[in-house]
């Protein structure tokens, strides 16, 4: 069964430090790889996504790195704020174009004031 | 725009009850999908619609499930009956129509508690 790996479980990091949340896939056929934060009682919203046409993606503060030849993506928040506490999850199709996700475990972040 | 709608927000039954959960998709999408959350298995897709039409009911785990959308402005999960094992959050996630190549975007509800005793 394909799967999309998704490390920490949760991470605690001090305001102003750097939050890494590490994604790894199997299914080489993945052509769309988005991010996705959810807040308590939330549905999951749309952060930020990459195609692995490119290695690196930056929105703001939040930045996707690309490892095609590894299969891993990652996630980096910089200069993580207590607004950015919350649940992070990692996705990617089934197949290439499709409406199908893989989603991950999650990582629930923590940040310190 | 208000979003994807979901109601109930929690709903909490007996088990062997019937449980009806309901979902109104952002105007315009015509894509529509169930989730179910929990923190066992995650994020799981349930069934897909696309223009109203069921394309994808894989995920739904049993027969105890169905999924209907008469139009492009509702939808409804049903558990009949419910069991103890069904308690978890049901998200409702709609896509724009004909979402451009890079653009897959999802717009999840707020979700429902469902808690079966």
């Known amino acids: 069964q394909q799967q999309v790996k998704q490390s920490p479980q949760s991470l605690i990091v001090q305001k102003g430090g750097i939050s890494i949340i590490n994604c790894a896939y199997e299914?080489?056929?993945?052509?769309?790889f988005p991010w996705y934060q959810q807040f308590p009682g939330k549905g999951p919203a749309l952060l930020i996504a990459i195609r692995p046409d490119v290695s690196e993606k930056q929105e703001g503060r939040f930045t996707i790195s690309f490892n095609k030849s590894a299969k891993q993506f990652s996630l980096h928040i910089m200069d993580s704020q207590p607004g950015d506490s919350a649940t992070y999850f990692c996705?990617?199709?089934?197949?290439?174009?499709?409406?199908?996700?893989?989603f991950g475990t999650g990582t629930r972040l923590k940040v310190l004031a | 725009d208000a979003g994807v709608i979901q109601s109930p927000r929690h709903e909490v039954t007996e088990m062997g009850q019937e449980v009806t959960l309901r979902c109104k998709p952002i105007s315009g999408h015509n894509s529509l999908f169930w989730y179910r959350q929990t923190m066992m298995r995650g994020l799981e897709l349930l069934i897909y619609?696309?223009?109203?039409?069921?394309?994808?009911d894989s995920g739904m785990p049993e027969d105890r499930f169905s999924a209907k959308m008469p139009n492009a402005s509702f939808s409804t999960l049903k558990i009949q009956p419910s069991e103890p094992r069904d308690s978890a959050v049901y998200f409702c996630?709609?896509?724009?129509?004909?979402?451009?190549?890079?653009?897959?975007?999802?717009?999840f509800g707020s979700g429902t508690q469902l808690s079966v005793l």
């Open positions: 619609f696309n223009n109203n039409v069921p394309i994808d």
């Open positions: 996630a709609s896509r724009a129509r004909d979402s451009p190549l890079g653009n897959e975007k999802l717009f």
């Open positions: 299914n080489t056929a993945f052509d769309y």
């Open positions: 996705a990617a199709p089934t197949t290439s174009g499709t409406y199908k996700y893989i």
